[in-house]
């Protein structure tokens, strides 16, 4: 977010520079997490808060990992650990059969009770690989086939995922959004 915000001078302040303690994402969807990370910022700072939540959602899995895609494979599980778990879940399904998308959801509060949140969204469709492919990105990326560029996300250099990746989605609507705002 500071890389691509801060090239329209906007100024994002991490979190951990508040020392704002984490705080369970009990919601049911992105949504929800994100709008519970946001305010909780909020209630700590004082200071309007951006957040986020974002999973890979795979629908031969009924839309597993969803919500839960970091701890997949379980609390403290590495990347390596959910990548394997899907790929043991995916190891029978047909290649037509393995749609997935990338889902971000960026939530902007103005402060802790703001009754009409900012929710962008972003969304990235693809394909689950067989295996690993890739050395760049992180977490699913080395299993998540882009048809349009015909490489893994973990293949693609950071300016194009910035682009076309969830994230870089749902942040370009944040970013019209506060742009609109800052007009007179």
């Not at 919601?27 to 974002?54: H, M, Q, S, W």
């Not at 959602?57 to 403290?76: F, H, Q």
Request: with cysteine; proline share 5%; charged share 20%.
């Amino acid at each position: 977010m500071q890389q691509l915000l801060s090239v329209h001078n906007y100024q994002i302040i991490s979190q951990a520079d508040f020392n704002i303690p984490e705080i369970p994402e009990t919601g049911f969807t992105f949504v929800e997490n994100a709008i519970i990370k946001a305010r909780n910022a909020c209630e700590y700072t004082g200071l309007p808060a951006i957040a986020d939540d974002t999973g890979l959602v795979i629908d031969a899995l009924n839309g597993e990992p969803g919500i839960y895609s970091a701890r997949y494979a379980g609390e403290g599980a590495q990347s390596h650990d959910n990548i394997q778990k899907v790929l043991e879940q995916m190891q029978d399904v047909a290649s037509d059969k393995r749609t997935a998308r990338f889902q971000c959801v960026i939530v902007y509060l103005r402060h802790a009770k703001d009754p009409a949140p900012v929710i962008c969204y972003g969304t990235w469709e693809g394909r689950i690989l067989l295996k690993e492919q890739g050395e760049n990105g992180f977490g699913y990326d080395p299993i998540f086939y882009v048809p349009t560029h015909e490489c893994s996300a973990a293949e693609l250099p950071v300016e194009i995922k910035n682009k076309i990746g969830h994230r870089g989605l749902a942040l370009q609507q944040l970013l019209n959004f506060l742009q609109c705002q800052d007009k007179p």
